[in-house]
Nanobody, 120 residues
């Protein structure tokens, strides 16, 4: 299983980006898919999650600015990031919890990360 993240870059404060995470499997194979980020010197934090049932959750720090969505036909999860702030600078990682059939368990998979840098 592979998750390929892309879409990061250098943007100015207030700008927007759309991150993509392409899965090598049907995304309905995953119980949930998420975006995490890790800023320099900080721990990785959960940013947004979408469940197989379409329920979305966001970290308080990004509510109203970030939107997670999926394109099922492309097996891709997106993170639309608007109104970027310097504190959004981080490496963004996609994560998928792959359903292990018949066990009730999930195996986590990670993409390689994509860097978002916000300049003031």
């Amino acid at each position: 299983v592979q998750l390929q993240a892309s879409g990061g870059g250098l943007v100015q404060v207030g700008g927007s980006l759309r991150l993509s995470c392409a899965a090598s499997r049907n995304i309905f194979s995953f119980n949930s898919m998420s975006w995490y980020r890790q800023a320099p010197g900080k721990q990785r934090e959960l940013v947004a999650t979408i469940t197989v049932g379409g329920i979305k959750n966001y970290a308080d720090s990004v509510k109203g600015r970030f939107t997670i969505s999926t394109d099922n036909a492309k097996n891709t999860v997106y993170l639309q990031i608007n109104s970027l702030k310097p504190e959004d600078t981080a490496v963004y990682y996609c994560n998928g919890n792959l359903i292990v059939p018949g066990t009730g368990k999930y195996d986590p998979y990670w993409g390689q990360g994509t860097l978002v840098t916000v300049s003031s």
